[in-house]
């Protein structure tokens, strides 16, 4: 299996600057003022009134960009909307239906159909349904029609208004606008300090419910993540393997999720037990690469153990060299074959003390597809036949005596394009269990937990330090009391 190539990783960077929410906005409302207005720009004094009605209206960008509106929230955009055509009472129709239908055209053809095919093999008619699954998307992406549409009609309608009014030579009402803008940044903040309160909670200390272990209770650690896996679509699957597992192992059944719920975020908190504001990754789109602390890699490199984190490239920008990526541009029905084999080279030439593997199909089949439909439960059991098939090969290379087994998701999926970023309905819980010599059996916990948990409790089993900022608690209660040092 290809590994990703340097395009790949830097196409998956630019991509990202349309697929998330935050730079889709200003990129979005900028490209279309552009193409709208390009027969006129080069007339006299277009351009310099261009620029100047742009820098007038540079708070509203900002403050979109800084401010998400999750799930219900993005109900309130249409408020400011409203006020705006109160009292200034003008639109332009044109300008709004051409934006109209660049946005449908890049979500439900570009996106949902062009892209998607030419990826990972969907069917050229995939707009058929993607349309519909745009316009339910709530997550934190471009994709997400319900708040993207009140952002841009609003940006556009005042840069179209202050740009005419320059261009004409018309006094501008500098106090109505600033008036706008106050009143705007209150009603955002209010909204979001009294009804954006769902996000989980942060835990407060360092990892401190259990001593650092000196010697290793686990010979390895092999954590299997499959990407995006819903928990109630896994509860419905039918995955006699993964079943096994966790009847013979330690099951957490509320196991919760970061936020946002977007993978590079999820995976960086998984393998620094700690939190985005402290580690620095905070969407998909990294502005700086590389962590700010510690990873579990880190600590293994202290006693002398290897830890590989097989992945799609956007993992290269949070873990760096400790990633061995895979390439995501593949038929989606080999992608998970490709990282299976491809996992098992890896233990056969590097025999790593801990390996991380990501399975994609499901993820990709959600966002392509919907997680709604039968496509996505075959793929919950493809990779559940997948797996099987690479433990059953640990265990004849002898690599599974003293192996602990962990298989979870990053995060779930909600409705519309099987969509992650907010936490709505499907995202939050995720599938989250052990399995090995030193892991309870047929032990079930029903206390909340969190996935930073896992990064220290790998430290634990793996007789390593705990990463410099982890504040996950190690998972003792699935750890067997005999074995504790």
Known sequence: MKKASKFEKFAARCWNLLNEGKP??????????????????????????????????????????????????????????????????????????????????????????????????TTWWNFTRFWKLVLKNSDSTSGNAQEQLPK????????????????????????????????????TWILHRNLFDWKPKVISEKTNNAPEQEEAMSDKVVVLVVDGMRKERFEEADTPFLDYLRKNGTDYSQMETLYPARTVVCFTSMFTGTYPFEHGIKSNMVWKLGIKVESIFDSLRKVGKKGRLLGIAHLVDSMGDDVETVTAVMHNDVADRNIIDRAKLIMSEQDPDLLVAQLISTDQTGHSRGVLYDEYIQKIEEADTLLK?????????????????????????????????????????????????????????????????????????????????????????????????
């Open 24 to 121: 889709f906005t200003p990129i979005f409302v900028i490209g279309t003022m552009l193409l709208f207005n390009l027969t006129t720009l080069f007339e006299s004094q277009s351009f310099s009134a261009f620029l100047l009605s742009f820098i007038l209206i540079l708070p509203v960008f900002i403050l979109y960009f800084i401010y998400d509106f999750p799930l219900f929230l993005r109900n309130y955009l249409w408020i400011p909307f409203v006020i705006y055509l109160i009292i200034w009472n003008s639109v332009n129709v044109p300008l709004l239906l051409f934006a109209l239908g660049l946005y449908f055209f890049f979500t439900v053809f570009f996106w949902g159909t062009l892209y998607y095919h030419l990826r990972i093999g």
């Open 389 to 485: 098939e690479y433990v059953d090969w640990l265990e004849e290379q002898g690599k599974m005596t003293n192996t602990t087994i962990i298989v979870c998701a990053d995060h779930g999926q909600a409705d519309g394009i099987g969509g992650h970023g907010h936490l709505d309905e499907g995202e939050r819980y995720v599938p989250f269990f052990m399995y090995g010599a030193n892991i309870e059996k047929g032990k079930r916990i029903d206390e909340k937990q969190s996935l930073v948990s896992v990064a220290p409790t790998i430290a634990y089993l793996l007789g390593a330090p705990y990463p410099s900022h982890s504040r996950g608690p190690v998972l003792v209660d699935a750890i067997r009391k005999g074995v504790h040092k």
């Open 152 to 187: 841009f009609l609003l940006l556009l309608s005042l840069w179209n208004l202050t740009f005419e009014q320059m261009h004409l030579g018309i006094d501008l009402s500098y106090t109505s606008l600033l008036v706008f803008y106050v009143f705007l940044l209150l009603f």
